[in-house]
């Protein structure tokens, strides 16, 4: 049996014939970005996240690129941002990109990062792995990396939140895609001209930052299935932690977020002190995990070479990157997949 990580190989031909006819009709209209296809989905994304606007661009590191540069044109602003140490480098760099400077700052033992209420410096949240961050409503100065969780989010966007439809996300486009969606018609309005090179106006500089017709088309056609997609989730993830409990490792969406409303499950993530062994076992029982991830931001040549404000080698972060580990997590692993992959993991503690 070889089950890989990801599933999108197995989604096609369940969808095929819906995708293709969306490719279709998006092709033969003639409009091929800003089209209808694009608006029905930016409509949809302001109900689903219960917000006021959402804009698409062209992925979730220029989306959350976009707020930066917006928020940091705030009076508000004091140019430096709080980003948790342990997420995917994308983080990092649109807001070097944007030109903030940034300090990185230490996690719970969910990889989730909490800022201090009382802070006046700004702070991006990131729901690691598909966990809610709840303390992310009480902040003034909080802008949301929601790549991993944005479909629990209800309302919880702080200035703005950005978005990935990235091929291995739980609601994937057939290529790219992001967008932003908040509840500040100011970042909206920043973000129209932005994504098209201020052409309307040309008083600030902006870039070509969209999705296209035909991904909108597609990915409307996943949005008919993502809720049944998210309970199946929330179904593997109940069933793996219940079979784990007994063992040395840690679910990192454990009893306490198990429930399809507080947790994406975009990764089933565990902790374990038997991290690489472990990842080789199953290797060798046909089982693709991975390492999400297995450095910090602080270790990065980047923030070395910048010298960036960094937990320190004891710290919680550090300790989380060294023994992480991910299993496959997709709608289309079947129930004799899932129940092979908790005896395989069983197993090699069991030895």
Known sequence: MIIPHFGLVRQYPLLKDELLDASDQALKSGQLIN?????????????????????????GTQALEIIARWYGKSPASTGTIQLPNLTYPGTLNA?????????????????IFVPDEKSETAACIVGLYGRRPEHARF????????AQHWLVANGAVGKGMAISFDPTKNLPSSGNGGAIVTNELGLYNFAIAYRSNDMEE??????NSKMSEQ????????TRYIDAWQKRRADIARYWIDRFKNLPIK?????????????????FVIY???????HTNLLLDGIESKIHYGYTLGELPVAQRLKIVKPDLM????????????????????????????????????K
């Open 251 to 267: 679910c990192l969406c454990d009893v306490g977020w198990v429930h399809v409303d507080s947790h994406a499950y975009q990764k």
């Open 215 to 222: 991904d909108c088309a597609q990915i409307l056609v996943r």
């Open 202 to 207: 040309h008083w600030g500089i902006g870039t």
């Open 35 to 59: 089209g209808e296809f694009t608006k029905t989905f930016e409509n949809w994304l302001q109900m689903k996240t219960r917000t006021t606007y959402a804009i698409t661009v062209h992925s």
């Open 272 to 278: 374990t002190e038997n991290r690489n062994a472990l």
């Open 315 to 350: 710290s919680v972060s550090i300790m989380l990157s060294r023994s992480v580990l991910s299993l496959p997590m997709y709608p289309e692993l079947t129930d004799l997949e899932t129940e092979y992959i908790a005896d395989r993991v069983c197993m090699f503690y069991d």
């Open 95 to 111: 807001f070097l990109t944007a030109g903030w400077k940034v300090e990185l700052c230490d996690t719970d033992n969910y990889g």
């Open 139 to 146: 902040g003034h100065n909080v802008i949301m990396d929601g």
